[in-house]
């Protein structure tokens, strides 16, 4: 009996080795230097695969790099974006940078991480008066972000104007500056930056030193848009940091936001359309189809959509809306044909949907809870959206 159980075990675990899956990095960037021999990353599970201390060299372009794939063949393969993602089959080539990393590679869902190796940590920060206008090179750095030890940023810091280095784990032997501003390469103990008071996204490279301060971005996403809700926005542009355009934007109906440096730490919305002040974390913007040009104001939250086919600017100023509050029934008349009208919560969740097709129109709120609501009224190539209470 025992022989037989130490037989289906020997089985048991000669079956999991034959049918582990191989997963290897190759390409001219990667250890073996070769698009023809593979180097093996290991695991334990089956699933999460890694390689300790891989030596990489720098992609020059989309024909270099290096890709995962499965069984040592290319059937099975996932490229994507370099240091970290989700690689995705017959990807592009992964565009390294040359270093020393440790990698991981999860077999089930294709993320994977390039993370620079090493005992010691690369804090990098931006020291002196421009960070600290009072305490200049006496004060303490404000550390930059990075998720591969290589690539470092900084979002929503106001600067004074003033000098600065980026320093690396808060010793001064460790700056590196230039004379360029807003863009350039530091050297290690080179010159300071002189930097221009604003609020600027920061940008640096430990490994080149490349750097830059741009204004920080604007962008657009949402179900009325092609971006959906990320991760990447529409970007608006600016030449002042504080008004930001685009034009000629296509968008469905449904719900935008914008927020600052693709990041939901700073976003505005609010039920007003085409036209209000978004707060921060307010609600989803509803919005009506068409072709727009969009101004928003960072430092307000104020935004504009103008509709380019429209004449009157999407506003419908006589609506009216009566009795509101209301017990029970709203009456809504108009000069034109009421073409919709939408019911919204507070929150900007849609309730109900109405297609009147004529100039008057009864809402019947009585299964409606006491409170707040928003109706947005399209006619034409115009709209509005008001506020309607119920008592």
Known sequence: MKKQLLLIVALLFSFQINYSQVISIIGNTSPSGSWSIDTDLTTTDNITY????ATLTTATGPTTGLK????HDWPINWGGN????????????????????DITFNRSNGTYTFIASGTEPHNIGIWGPAVDSINGFVGPDVNMNTTDNITYTLSGFYFSSGTAYFRENDATTNVW?????????????GPSIQVTGGEWYVTFNRITGAYS????GIGILGTATSAGWGPDDIDLTTTDGFEYTILNLSLTDGFAKFRKDDSWDTNWGSLGFPSATGIQNGPEIPVTAGTYDIVF????????????????????SNVKIYPNPTNNIWNFTHTATIDSIELF???GKTIQSFAPNA???QLDGSDLSNGVYFVKIKSGLDFAVQKIIRN
């Open 50 to 53: 890694t390689l300790l201390n």
């Open 359 to 361: 100039t008057q129109f």
């Open 68 to 71: 995962f794939r499965q069984g």
């Open 213 to 216: 301060f741009v204004y920080p």
């Open 345 to 347: 919560d507070i929150a």
């Open 177 to 189: 500056g230039s004379v360029a501003f807003p863009t350039g390469t530091a050297v290690l103990s």
């Open 297 to 316: 104001q960072k430092s307000s939250g104020h935004y504009l959509f103008t509709n380019t086919l429209s004449n009157h600017q999407n506003l419908i």
């Open 82 to 101: 370099f240091p970290n993602g989700t690689g995705t089959q017959d990807g592009p080539n992964i565009q390294t940078i040359a270093g020393t990393y």
